[in-house]
């Protein structure tokens, strides 16, 4: 199940679109194929009845009252966007 | 000045030998002439240092000096700081100048502390060794050819090279305990949910924790009662009273139950490290602990639970950086997609793009269920193994790392060994317990550390007994001979 061909890692790449180098492709195989042999380990135990842990302290999300509690802050949260005009970051064209 | 520690200088800011403008001036100045060997800095505040001293200064001739008043500290170049590169130790946020304050950097500024600059780390704290940070790998000063650990590693190569008395470190796999080992230091990582983790660029958000790193058990004593407790912006951070950690320092360890988990024990651990571990434990029992082998059968599945429990997280988590709102952005992109790309292929370097790739792919549609959810039930296990051992002992010792510091470029060839540097560190963060490692010995001339486990929420007891082994041994008090 975990040998990753160079198909395999452009597709993830895609996925969380991440540039790789044409020629790093190979070794990144390798090394995902490796770390995912070493996570095969995990099938030596039965975790049938096992409940996944999510968080360390089995805690709950906790909720607070819905209300406004931050100003707008938008001048100086947008100060270090790459691109912006009028207030609104700009990205290239995407609706022809 | 340079050799004391956190109670020593405020005993002395207190007593008016120093101001905390001397005192923050003295440090600056050594950055400044030694911090070339060791590349432990990404960015040195100097102005905002000496701009906070002052102001320490004068809150403690009006009498309103805070905990911390006055005294310098490096914090790790993950947390937020408002008008000050803040860079995670990558490309992509070179250009981040941050809008706002970690909840830490609010807490240590109402305290009074000074802050000298940023610390240099792994890229996104995904490393083992400071050798994935953009800005170039970190020295040891131990032995400039070695590794100072990480992820935390210019934080615990600036205090153990007395360039700052003190510094913040985040621990998601040991990251705070394994550099702490390799640099003679002391390292605190408390229970998750202790720290705040707000403004702290996050990494694997169920994992993630931050703590110290200090010369002394005592000094962490004194950063951590400033940094806990309870933070609303900060959904995990836990609702529980914050004790005054110097209380209990003292307390007697007779009848202190120590468990000594086997499988630290076994292959893959250095011989020399392990006699090193074995003769701190004499200390212990001198002390008249007592001391039990116990066992944490599934101590085999916490390295491969974690590479996929991390990198699946770390891949959701470092989605926000998409080249559009903040950071690096790629010149003259053709469509969205190319920006995304081109952004984030140049931003990011190799360790972390694998870690994305494992936790995009373990994410995957078809294979959720084979690993993330698989990971998650060996998560519970090596949990349920911690508390069946706590039921028995007080607190569980071990080595914190299987070697002393390796080399720069030993292991870069090899992720899978540079993982395994992590073995006896991961676990603690899976099942979310405090965790420290203190100086205990020498091995060629590179130190070796202690590695203390305690219950969830047991940092006082940590504390103590890493504080009570440094007033019968003079570990943490060495210092690198060029640094001293």
């Known amino acids: 199940m975990s040998t990753l061909d160079k198909s395999d890692v452009e597709k993830i790449a895609f996925l969380a679109r991440l540039g790789i180098d044409e020629q790093d492709i190979p070794e990144y195989a390798a090394n995902l194929s490796n770390i995912l042999d070493m996570v095969e380990q995990l099938n030596s135990v039965d975790t049938d009845n096992v409940k996944p842990m999510a968080h360390p302290l089995d805690g709950v999300q906790r909720l607070r009252p819905d209300e406004v509690t931050e100003t707008n802050d938008r001048e100086n949260l947008m100060a270090h966007a790459p691109e912006t005009e009028a207030g609104l970051f700009l990205v290239p064209r995407v609706v022809e | ?484």
């Open chain 2, 1 to 484: 000045m340079h050799n004391k520690t956190i109670a020593e200088l405020i005993n002395g800011l207190d007593a008016g030998e120093f101001s905390s403008v001397e005192l923050t001036q003295s440090y600056l100045d050594r950055i400044s002439s030694l911090d070339q060997h060791l590349n432990s800095f990404i960015t040195v505040t100097s102005e905002w240092a000496l701009e906070q001293a002052r102001q320490a200064d004068s809150q403690r001739a009006a009498g309103q000096a805070g905990l911390l008043n006055g005294i310098p500290l490096a914090q790790k170049d993950i947390f937020c700081t408002k008008g000050i590169k803040t860079s995670c130790g990558s490309r992509m946020l070179d250009p981040f100048i941050s809008p706002y304050n970690a909840t830490v950097i609010e807490k240590f500024n109402a305290s009074g502390a000074v802050m000298l600059g940023k610390t240099n780390m792994d890229e996104f704290a995904m490393g083992s060794s400071n050798e994935t940070s953009w800005y170039g790998p970190v020295k040891n000063p131990w032995a400039l050819e070695a590794v100072p650990g990480g992820s935390s590693g210019g934080s615990a190569a600036a205090v153990a090279a007395r360039l700052t008395p003190a510094a913040t470190g985040t621990d998601t796999g040991g990251s705070i305990r394994q550099p702490a080992s390799f640099c003679g230091v002391t390292g605190l990582k408390p229970t998750y949910g202790r720290v705040s983790r707000y403004g702290m660029i996050a990494f694997a958000s169920s994992l993630d924790q931050a703590g110290t790193i200090t010369r002394t058990a005592e000094d962490a004593a004194l950063l951590l009662k400033v940094m806990a407790g309870l933070d609303l912006r900060d959904s995990t951070s836990v609702d529980k009273e914050v004790p005054d950690y110097t209380e209990s320092l003292n307390n007697e360890l007779d009848g202190l139950k120590i468990g000594l988990p086997r499988e630290y024990f076994s292959e893959g651990l250095d011989d020399a490290v392990a006699k090193v571990i074995e003769d701190a434990i004499k200390e212990y029992e001198k002390m008249g602990a007592v001391v039990s082998e116990i066992s944490l059968p599934n101590s085999k599945l916490a390295v491969p639970t974690y590479y996929i429990i991390a990198p699946s997280e770390c891949s959701s988590n470092l989605s926000r950086m998409d080249g559009v709102r903040f950071g690096h952005r790629c010149e003259n992109p053709r469509d969205l997609n190319d920006l995304y790309i081109r952004s984030r292929g140049e931003g990011f370097g190799p360790e972390v793009k694998r870690r994305i790739l494992v936790g995009t792919y373990a994410l995957s549609e078809g294979f959720y269920d084979a690993y993330y959810v698989k990971a998650q039930k060996a998560r519970r296990l090596i949990s349920n193994d911690f508390n069946n051992a706590f039921e028995n002992v007080d607190v569980i010792m071990g080595p914190a790392a299987p070697s002393a510091a390796f080399n720069i470029g030993e292991l870069t060839d090899d992720p899978i060994t540079m993982y395994l540097s992590d073995i006896y560190t991961i676990a603690v963060n899976l099942a979310g317990l405090p965790g420290m490692s203190i100086p205990a010995g020498f091995v060629n001339n590179r130190p070796v550390g202690l590695q203390l486990i305690g219950r969830h929420f047991d940092e006082a007891k940590l504390l103590n007994i890493a504080h009570k082994f440094q007033t019968v041994t003079d570990w943490h008090a060495q210092g690198p001979g060029q640094f001293v």
